[in-house]
């Protein structure tokens, strides 16, 4: 062998080219005994189930059985001690017991084994695992768990509680679990010693009832020093301010995702400061309860915010969200993302929520903003003004998407003040926006009077008109085809939400001009090179086989988010 294998971080830094393949892994470890152990741990590293390590054992020790849930796992006799020890090496090799999203490839299995999907560990099997060996000591070098992931099939009862205890040491850094089941006073004596049992401690989810019931926090979240990440599923907003003086406590703290359960109540007081923060998420019933929350707080390095809630907000409900934004973020240079989100399943469209411009305005002191989205927030009436504004308060702006969603929309920015903002952006890369495109376009005018055309836009890839109106006189798709050469993506809905069945007769007639813009879209990209309506030549990057446009179902959440 080359001596360059000599050193183990070359083959670790080439291992990390074939790590996505187990088959490749697998072959790796069966080349040569020096590379073997390094092929091993990174195979072995990362598992959403024990079934591999229990299918490492020999196959006469094992069998699976199908029960109304699925294949369960169950031992047809006792290991040996040396077939115990197989195990255990494997196991010393994991680092991660996480969701099935991270478990992607069948054969991180033992060599020879294929995965069944639906597969788990019987209960006599974790019980006899565990009595041979304490969890802990079984993954001395676990950093990460994901607890309600691996042992799902599990149902909580004392034991469930117990083995999670069991799973806890000092070399955690990331922990996830619920407390559904576990009496309530354990379940707070868990949380407040964690700091004694898992010093290290950088990452903590923790839930009841899968964020359905609300959880007491303990104030020794203070104790864990290294601690950046903390997400609570379960916050009584009538007790935020004690809960967030509890969180408060975690100085380090970075990333906080949160949801809010109860009444909110108007809460005296300073602020809390949250100084290291930069994440926040914050989940709930209602948008009140996210602005009571914000309310309470003060987050001077806050770079993202992302909110989602139920149920249609009021203009004022609205405003007083951005102004809560605008208190609560006072470091203006640092906000990044601003995202909005009502996760109503079926809001009603018959009410309709104007959201005027002066509503958003206050954004605009936050100048560094890259992402903007409010989504199915209300039924947007934006005035041309506003958008001619975006690119002098948003200047390195990447993605912008105010989209009305299921509700109906409001045709009040035209087609000129959208193709304005979307030249001047020069870093916008996606946009969403509906649109009247029903009048003539104005083309922008030099200072002797004659026309030209916007600037060469390249950074845009993504398009949605939404609900737009359309019409020949516009040439929405000359100026698309001629301003930005790289647009690659082009979409808008089939069909209003509210009137799926008997749709709006100016629905369909914009549907159908809008139709016709992609048609003459797509011509245009077919006919690279060829002489344009002003006999000028269109140039473009996009090559026929990648350029690519659908109409676009409202209901596909996808692409809205």
Known sequence: MHHIFEFDDIIYAVLQHVKSSGT???????????????????????????????????QDTWEVRENGLGHIVHFSRDPTPIEWERLR????????????????????LPLGESFIPGLDVSRDVLQRLFVWSRPATLFPNLCELYFDAVFYFLEYDSSKSWLLRQFISPGLQALRFDVAGIPP??????????????????????????????????????????????????????????????IQQARCLQSLKLKLFGTSCDAGGIPLELPSLKTLHLSGGSLPQCTHFLRQVTTPQLSHIDIRYCGAASPAEMTAFIESLSTSCQTVGCLERVHVVDESKIPDPRVIIPLSSEIFRPLFKFNRLLSVKFIGVGNFNLDDGFLYDVPVAWPSIRELKLTSWKRRAIYSVTFTAMMSLASRCRSLQTLHLTVDATQSTIIPRAPDGTEELWPTQTALRNLHLGYSKVSEVARVPYFLAEVFPTLFDFKWYDYYYGNYHNPDIAIVS????????????????????????????????????????????????????
């Open 24 to 58: 490749d892994l697998v072959n790796v470890a069966m080349t040569c005994s020096r590379l073997a152990d390094s092929a091993l741990n990174i195979l072995w590293s990362e598992q959403s189930s024990l079934v591999p390590l229990i299918m490492c054992l020999p």
């Open 185 to 246: 006073h354990k379940s707070e004596q868990l949380l407040a010693t964690l700091h004694a049992e898992v010093h290290g401690l950088r990452q903590l989810t923790v839930s009841a009832d899968d964020g359905n019931m609300a959880l007491t926090v303990p104030p020794s979240f203070g104790k864990l020093p290294k601690l950046i990440g903390l997400a609570i599923f379960g916050i009584d907003v009538c007790l935020t301010r004690q809960t967030i003086a509890n």
């Open 89 to 108: 090496v494997n196991a010393s090799r994991v680092r991660r017991l996480v969701g099935p999203n991270g478990f992607t490839d069948a054969l991180k």
């Open 510 to 561: 914009a549907l159908s001009a809008l139709n016709d813009a992609l048609q003459q879209l797509w011509a245009l990209r077919k006919s690279t090179g060829a002489d344009d309506l002003n006999g000028r030549r269109i140039q473009t990057t996009v090559g026929r086989e990648e350029w690519r446009f659908h109409r676009n179902v409202i209901d596909c959440y996808k692409y809205l988010h």
